[in-house]
């Protein structure tokens, strides 16, 4: 079956380093893969996509590339903000089924 | 476009009483999923529709649920009679479809939280 894997949270940055949310999947055939928002008291937003291997879908600085050779689609930011603590699901949808993660709790502090 | 839109935004009822949750997609979309979140378990899908038939019901938990989208502008999940258990957000997302026919970017609504106690 369909199924996502994502990096328990939470994590807790510095402003300005490195992000990385890891994201495997498990899916027979080419599922679109997605990265949601979610922030405090809000629905999720999309953030970025990808429907095909080696896609790289990006937006607000943010960057994930679907692998389809190691089933992963790691969410990355080079340099986080204040701003961007919410937390983030990695999706997938295949077959008439769609797949969130459990969520990761990030939290950016000054 | 006002985005999805869901009522009540707060629930508050007792355990055994009947809740009814709305929510209208955004106005030419083809899915409306309707999802729930909890601290214990995360997002999970109940339902989703394509063209207002039910496509996937096998995250609804039990019979106590029930969904149905009469026409394209409207859907309802309704919880009877309800447990607090069944305390949640419930979230309604509509998408299009996208270039390869599957769903494509879903847009949720500000969802409703339910309290059951």
């Known amino acids: 079956g369909n199924s996502v894997t994502q990096m328990e949270g939470p994590v807790t940055l510095s402003e300005e380093a490195f992000l990385t949310i890891n994201c495997t999947y498990t899916?027979?055939?080419?599922?679109?893969l997605f990265w949601y928002v979610q922030y405090p008291g809000e629905g999720l937003q999309l953030l970025l996509k990808?429907?095909?291997?080696?896609d790289k879908g990006s937006n607000k600085g943010f960057e994930a590339t679907y692998r389809k050779e190691t089933t992963s689609f790691h969410l990355e930011k080079g340099s986080v903000q204040v701003s961007d603590s919410a937390v983030y699901f990695c999706?997938?949808?295949?077959?008439?089924?769609?797949?969130f993660g459990a969520g990761t709790r990030l939290t950016v502090k000054p | 476009d006002a985005g999805v839109i869901q009522s009540p935004r707060h629930e508050v009822t007792e355990m055994g009483q009947e809740v009814t949750l709305r929510c209208k997609p955004i106005?030419?979309?083809?899915?409306l999923f309707w999802y729930r979140q909890t601290m214990m378990r995360g997002l999970e899908l109940l339902i989703y529709f394509n063209n207002n038939v039910p496509i996937d019901d096998s995250g609804m938990p039990e019979d106590r649920f029930s969904a149905k989208m009469p026409n394209a502008s409207f859907s309802t999940l309704k919880i009877q009679p309800s447990e607090p258990r069944d305390s949640a957000v419930y979230f309604c997302?509509?998408?299009?479809?996208?270039?390869?026919?599957?769903?494509?970017?879903?847009?949720f609504g500000p969802g409703t939280r339910l309290t059951v106690l």
């Open positions: 990808a429907t095909k291997a080696d």
């Open positions: 999706a997938l949808y295949n077959n008439n089924d769609m797949r």
């Open positions: 899916a027979t055939g080419y599922p679109s």
């Open positions: 106005s030419g979309h083809d899915y």
């Open positions: 997302a509509s998408s299009l479809v996208s270039g390869v026919g599957s769903p494509d970017t879903q847009y």
